[in-house]
Each structure stands twice: as structure tokens, then as C-alpha cells.
């Protein structure tokens, strides 16, 4: 089947709050004004300007032709679609359909999990640059953010830096880490060896894991994403995990996600406190396009999408780095996300972030800020866009931007 990844959608009027920058109480609409003559693309809110998958688009169309949408409970089906899918995709052989929980969005599963685990003013260990949701979600529930920067090695790739771990864990008395796997904004898809080695120190103090884990399926250039309660039987026992195809299929605004949960009494209690609102409950079009994206159907659309992702990384990185002297770029190993450091060109330049940011958003570059990322002088670019588009977008960064 031939798949359009070239054509760019007008999402404006179609209930896009990426497209139409409606205010929100989540997310900070990028400052600036987009000149005459230029049209915004919409590349600061982290879901794709693709189409989703046609199996998604059956599935959802076969329901829709049953008028009836009455109270239901998730089928069999639905979580045969979801072990299969990760029986396929990662290897696991082990998942039940007693493991697997519904949440209303990863950050919601994210949320229950927290309350569960930590007490409120309790220190969480969160890595940096850090993805916004979790700032957000740590400080609207109240509790401590304690930040473990990542690190570059010599060949330009984030690390964790496991002796600040430990010594932050140590000082602040930490029993509860927020990990995220593949990680965003940065991209790295985190080596084996490397989740071994951030789990036994989790272990040795007596650390419990909230693991987003929704980039697993968007993992690039050969990386294979492993699941982080895979590593060891006490990884297994003492993660929660979350997972959607929101990201992968572009489902956010069906709202649909589901936590892994192996350990018997932190799934109860963490059920328990995801019910108290009562409304923690599974839209039947968001079954229904799960079960439409986890299919064996899917795949070739879902490699045909990675491709072109990964010719935008690709070329996104390549311009920078040959054309924008000063500007550090970090080449993701997965996700569509692509994360700039201007510190070093703002000082060149005698420039401010905002000034850049704005100047893009000018010329209809709508991107986001870093600072809310704990990058105080960085940029966030979402790269899931048709190719021709995105040479047009470095373009204008080129002639009227970074200049």
C-alpha cells in the first residue's frame, strides 16, 4: 500500500490546539506574531502532522457504522492487541491481561502512580532536560522536584550520570524516580546496560519506578527500545509502566493509554486511587483505534513513518550543524523530537533566546521553548512533518533567523 507522508494537513479548525494555538491550562502558547505571507507550522506540541494509520481509520469507521455507544467494558480483544503488540514489538513473553490498566493519558497514570507511591512535599528524582509534563504534574500535586542532569560523552551522547543519582538519592532521601523511556526531550533510547545499571541502584535504595514509556514504539536509525521492567526480576516487581499509541499512531485527541503492572499489591492500590474520580474510564472509539493500530497490519505504514523520520532528523541535523555555527544539536535515537542548545550562538550573536524564538514564530516557525524543559537557552522542534515542508521551514531559519 502507498502511504502519504508528503501531503502537509490543514489542522486549523480541527480541534488542533498545535494548529489553532487555542490557550490552555497545560501548555504556554509561543510568543510572537506570524508576519503576512508566511503560513505557521506547528512544530511545538509533540503530536505528528501526518495522517494516523489506515487500520486505525478501518477500525474506527467499522464501529461508527453501530449507533450505539452505550456503556461498555474492554474486550478480550483489546488486550490480546496490546500482549501481541509487545510479544512483537519488544520481545515480551510474560504479559497478562492482569497486568495491563487503563489510564486517561500517560501523565494521568503518571499522576495516580505518584500519589501512591510519595506522600505530598516528597522529593521525586527527575532527570534533565526533562520533559514538561512531569514538571507540571510534580508541581500541581505537590511535590519536590529534585533534578539529575544527564550528561554528554565524548561522542555527543547523553548519559545518566549514575554517581549523582546515587548521591541525590542519598541526600534527599528518594524513594520514588520519574523515568522516562525512550527519553524527551532529548531522544536518547537508553542501552541495556544502562537501564540495568539505573535499576540495581534503585534497588539498593529502595526506589520504585514510574516509567513513560509511550516513545517505545518510535525508536530510530536501528535503536530497539527496551522495556524497563525487562532487565530484572526486580525491575519487574517494582515499575510502573506506561505505555499509549498516541505518539506512534497520532491518537492523542482520543485519549487512551495503559499502565504494566506486574507487582500485584502496587497495581491494586494504584487502581484504587486511579478510580476514586470515577471517570478513569475507556472511551470505546479509543479501544477500538488500539486495537486498529496494534495490528500485524499496521507495521509497514509504522516503518514507512520511522523513514521518513528518519530523513528528517537527518537533514534537520545536517543544516544545522553545517549552516548555524553555535548552534548544538543532539541527533535523537528516537522520538520525533529534536532539542537545540542557542546558548553559544546568543552569546555570538548578542541575541536572547526569546528573541529567536519569537523571530521564528515571525516567519511561522512555531516551536517551543526550552527553558520549560530545563534548558534555560534551547529550543524543542517536532520534526514529524512532510520532508518538503520541513526543507522550507530550515529555509527560512537560514534567511531570516539565524542569520
Not at 85 to 98: I, P, V
Not at 108 to 129: D, I, Q, R
Not at 244 to 266: D, E
Not at 302 to 319: G, S, T
Request: glycine share 6%; charged share 25%; proline share 5%.
Amino acid at each position: 500500500m502507498d502511504y502519504d507522508f508528503t501531503t502537509m494537513p490543514d489542522r486549523r479548525g480541527k480541534d488542533s490546539i498545535a494548529a489553532d494555538m487555542n490557550k490552555n491550562d497545560f501548555w504556554t502558547i509561543p510568543k510572537g506574531v506570524t508576519k503576512p505571507g508566511f503560513d505557521q507550522v506547528p512544530m511545538w506540541i509533540a503530536d505528528m502532522n501526518f495522517p494516523t494509520c489506515p487500520t486505525v481509520m478501518e477500525a474506527l469507521e467499522e464501529r461508527m457504522k453501530h449507533p450505539i455507544f452505550g456503556y461498555f467494558v474492554p474486550s478480550e480483544e483489546y488486550y490480546h492487541a496490546v500482549i501481541r503488540w509487545h510479544k512483537e514489538s519488544f520481545g515480551t513473553d510474560d504479559l497478562s491481561s492482569a497486568c495491563i490498566g487503563y489510564e486517561n493519558g500517560v501523565l494521568g497514570g503518571v499522576t495516580s502512580a505518584l500519589h501512591v507511591l510519595c506522600g505530598t512535599g516528597e522529593p521525586v528524582l527527575v532527570h534533565s532536560p526533562t520533559y514538561s509534563g512531569f514538571t507540571t504534574q510534580l508541581k500541581r500535586n505537590g511535590f519536590r522536584i529534585i533534578l539529575s542532569p544527564l550528561k554528554m560523552d565524548r561522542d555527543g551522547i547523553w548519559r545518566m550520570d549514575f554517581k549523582d543519582m546515587e548521591e541525590k538519592i542519598k541526600e534527599y532521601h528518594i524513594h520514588t524516580a520519574l523515568f522516562c523511556s525512550p527519553h524527551n526531550p532529548s531522544g536518547r533510547v537508553w542501552e541495556r546496560w544502562e537501564l540495568e545499571q539505573a535499576m540495581e541502584s534503585f534497588r539498593a535504595n529502595d526506589v520504585y519506578v514510574i516509567s513513560d514509556e509511550i516513545w517505545a514504539d518510535l525508536t530510530l536509525f536501528g535503536h530497539k527500545h527496551i522495556p524497563t521492567q525487562s532487565v530484572s526480576e526486580d525491575a519487574r516487581d517494582r515499575t510502573v509502566a506506561l505505555y499509549s499509541p498516541s505518539k506512534t499512531f497520532n491518537l492523542a485527541g482520543l485519549v487512551g493509554s495503559y499502565h504494566i503492572i506486574y507487582n500485584p499489591r502496587l497495581r491494586d492500590r494504584i487502581r484504587r486511587y486511579s478510580s476514586l474520580c470515577h471517570y478513569n474510564d475507556m472511551n470505546v472509539l479509543s479501544m477500538r483505534a488500539l486495537m486498529g493500530a496494534y495490528q500485524p497490519a499496521s507495521r509497514p505504514w509504522l516503518a514507512r513513518l520511522k523513514q521518513e523520520l528518519e530523513r528528517n532528523v537527518i537533514y534537520a541535523c545536517d543544516f544545522i550543524e553545517t549552516r548555524f555555527p553555535g548552534i548544538r544539536v543532539y541527533r535523537p535515537q528516537g522520538t520525533f523530537i529534536l532539542l537545540l542548545d542557542c546558548e553559544d550562538w546568543c552569546k555570538n550573536h548578542k541575541r536572547t533566546i526569546d528573541e529567536i524564538l519569537e523571530n521564528g514564530v515571525g516567519v511561522g516557525v512555531i516551536w517551543r521553548e526550552g527553558a520549560v524543559f530545563h534548558v534555560p537557552c534551547g529550543i524543542r522542534m517536532n520534526l514529524a512533518l512532510p520532508h518538503e515542508k520541513l526543507v522550507e521551514v530550515f529555509s527560512r531559519l537560514h534567511q531570516y533567523v539565524f542569520r
